[in-house]
């Protein structure tokens, strides 16, 4: 999985999971899977990683990945 976005991509959240798409259409890539209610998606070229929030029963939390992890902020 790359996470180095170098050419235009649309990011977008679908509630279960967070997905970028080249601006064709021609290639679609999971990001992050296995969320309970992702929204607000957002991305830091600078430090490469995607940040979105989660939200649930038990309140919302605001998560992020960079490269091969995932932390809470």
């Given at each position: 999985?790359?996470?180095?976005?170098?050419?235009?991509?649309?990011?977008?959240?679908?509630?279960?999971?967070i997905?970028q798409?080249?601006?064709?259409?021609?290639?679609?890539?999971?990001?992050?899977?296995?969320?309970?209610?992702?929204?607000?998606?957002?991305?830091?070229?600078?430090d490469?990683?995607?940040?979105?929030?989660d939200?649930s029963?038990?309140?919302?939390?605001?998560?992020?990945?960079?490269?091969?992890?995932?932390?809470?902020?």
């Open positions: 999985m790359n996470f180095l976005v170098e050419k235009p991509m649309l990011i977008f959240a679908n509630k279960h999971n997905k798409i080249d601006l064709r259409g021609m290639k679609i890539e999971i990001v992050v899977d296995n969320l309970t209610n992702a929204v607000a998606v957002d991305y830091d070229y600078a490469s990683c995607f940040y979105w929030s939200i029963n038990q309140g919302s939390t605001i998560k992020r990945k960079c490269k091969d992890t995932v932390s809470e902020v």
